[in-house]
């Protein structure tokens, strides 16, 4: 006999996006998503009994930022026992080393669409046109379109058919101008960039302004999001949790 709930009904289902390896064209450095804003996440989905899949922008094996490895030298995510977790459950990591490509993305398999962070989509996903496509196609069809820290790039590229930023008079967040300016400073120090260089090549605070969003955050390096309508958006990487409750409560839980 089956220990599942044959009265269960379909759980939600969540296709979560993180980015391909890139290299900085401003570090020189390798880029990619972050760790703790696909694991923490994960986990809330999983705990709300949701179904998740892994997709990239092109599909094929993805590589963590090195400062959110929680096994890094540097010890900058040591704590993160989250991610921990879930780089070493088999299943999952197995997940991280061949993801689907968003164009296997369709409406009809899933309730809401999310967009993690990392460095990476500050350079590849204004190239990213099938998955603006998707995102664009979930938040105009009502359903849940969420994305997280750097990932929020995705606003900033993704226009209607008529050309109108889809972020154009909407509440949201993303990666404070703040916080970029904690990025250069620890930069400068290590002597990794000059004090006139930046680490990101533009800044989404600034892109989303300028697009007419009313952008808004609760200050630095502190866990936020924030909902409107069916757009949920979170301000950095330790807005994960909190991007996720708004997921689930967008979409009725």
Not at 64 to 84: E, L, N, T, W
Not at 199 to 218: C, F, S, T
Request: glycine share 10%; charged share 20%; proline share 5%.
């Amino acid at each position: 006999m089956s220990l599942r709930d044959p009265n269960a009904l379909r759980p939600k289902r969540i296709a979560i996006v993180i980015a391909n390896p890139a290299v900085s064209t401003t570090t020189g450095w390798p880029v990619g998503f972050w760790w703790s804003e696909l694991a923490h996440p994960w986990l809330a989905f999983h705990e709300a009994g949701y179904a998740m899949e892994v997709f990239s922008p092109d599909g094929g094996a993805c590589e963590g930022d090195a400062f959110s490895d929680p096994r890094h030298a540097s010890g900058y995510s040591a704590d993160d026992i989250v991610s921990r977790g879930f780089i070493e459950t088999p299943h999952l990591a197995a997940l991280v080393a061949a993801t689907k490509p968003v164009e296997a993305i369709t409406l009809d398999d899933f309730d809401a669409i999310l967009v993690a962070g990392g460095q990476a989509p500050m350079f590849t996903y204004k190239a990213a046109t099938t998955l603006q496509q998707r995102f664009v196609a979930f938040l105009d069809s009502g359903k849940v379109a969420a994305a997280l820290c750097h990932g929020t790039a995705i606003l900033c590229h993704a226009t209607r058919s008529d050309g109108s930023p889809i972020a154009k008079g909407r509440t949201v967040t993303g990666f404070a101008n703040v916080e970029e300016d904690a990025a250069d400073e620890a930069a400068w120090a290590m002597g990794a960039l000059p004090r006139d260089r930046h680490v990101m090549p533009w800044r989404i605070e600034d892109r989303l302004r300028a697009q007419g969003a009313n952008y808004v955050q609760a200050g630095a390096w502190r866990s936020f999001a924030v909902r409107d309508g069916n757009l949920v958006t979170g301000q950095q990487n330790f807005s994960g949790g909190a991007t996720a409750a708004a997921v689930i409560v967008a979409l009725g839980a």
